[in-house]
């Protein structure tokens, strides 16, 4: 069962790492650098790409290495799977907390009459935030994974 799981494992947390990180190193900084009457229509092209891309991959890791802890081969593989799916449940909860809500905050907004008070309401610098917040959580599971695949090869 390990050597289905452990690929699962990997594919999801390596492209949710991947998914992240783009959004980390290229969508946040296009976001802070556009006029805020640009913001909406392109963070809403940007969020319609990655659903529902990003949740399947990141709950097909999650639950690959939840069911890795009871299935890896020794002690070590699954002390790293469940710190790979406690990494990974972090980070779906910082999703769900905190990007997604500013996510359905900003849906809601009309582009053309942006709130008065705009630079107290800019969500933009929050977002970034939590996302390099989750994009860390991801990048650890991917890493837990990737020592897991080591230990269980070795």
């Known amino acids: 069962m390990a050597w289905i799981l452990l690929p699962l494992a990997m ?19 296009l976001l802070l650098r556009i006029p ?12 319609s790409r990655f659903d529902p891309f990003m949740p399947i991959c990141l709950l097909t ?18 002390v790293l799977a469940g710190a790979a799916a406690l990494l990974l449940v972090a980070a779906i909860t910082v999703s769900l907390t ?24 800019d969500p933009r610098r929050r977002w970034r935030d939590w996302n390099a917040v989750r994009t860390a959580l991801a990048a650890t599971a991917l890493v837990c994974n990737a020592l897991l695949l080591g230990s269980v090869l070795a």
């Open 61 to 78: 890791a999650l639950v690959s290495d939840a069911l890795l802890v009871p299935a890896a081969p020794h002690a070590t593989a699954r």
């Open 11 to 29: 594919v999801g947390s390596g492209l949710v790492t991947g998914g992240m990180m783009i959004a980390f190193l290229g969508g946040a900084p």
């Open 98 to 121: 905190k990007n997604v809500p500013i996510n359905r905050w900003v849906a809601r907004l009309d582009p053309d009459d942006l709130p008065e008070d705009w630079e107290s309401v």
């Open 36 to 47: 805020r009457e640009q913001y909406v229509p392109v963070h809403m092209f940007l969020v």
